[in-house]
């Protein structure tokens, strides 16, 4: 079973910057595909960005592109997303997740793991 699990969540002012970092179990052998959700309570949750383990491939949603980056280590087994100009709009818990096909899909469905969620808060 992959196990993943997310670190650098906090609170931040408007216009701050934020580290995410997930680190997931079996990463140069099961997992193909990491990507970062995020969720409001009452609402779906929400892609933000995707990378591919082996090329390193990336995509965005438009909602972040140009501000958050998405990237990787594979001797520390972690993804990161670097999160520029963070707005109140982006205050959500960040959710890693991961799968074992290489796409750049952006639909939650196709993830087979989850980590356990860290919280980004941020203020005006």
């Known amino acids: 079973q992959v196990q993943l699990v997310e670190s650098g969540g906090g609170s931040v002012q408007g216009g701050g910057s934020l580290k995410l970092s997930c680190t997931g179990s079996?990463?140069?052998?099961?997992?193909?595909?990491m990507a970062w959700f995020r969720q409001i309570p009452g609402k779906e949750r929400e892609a933000v960005a995707v990378?591919?383990?082996?090329?390193?491939?990336?995509r965005y949603a438009d909602s972040v592109r140009g501000r958050f980056a998405i990237s990787q280590d594979k001797m520390k087994n972690t993804v990161y997303l670097q999160m520029n100009s963070l707005n109140p709009e982006d205050t959500a818990m960040y959710y890693c997740?991961?799968?074992?096909?290489?796409?750049?899909?952006?639909?939650?469905?196709?993830?087979?793991?989850w980590g356990q969620g860290t919280q980004v808060t941020v203020s005006s």
């Open positions: 997740a991961a799968k074992n096909s290489a796409t750049l899909s952006l639909m939650s469905y196709t993830y087979n793991f």
């Open positions: 079996e990463y140069t052998t099961r997992i193909k595909s």
């Open positions: 990378i591919l383990t082996g090329s390193g491939g990336t």
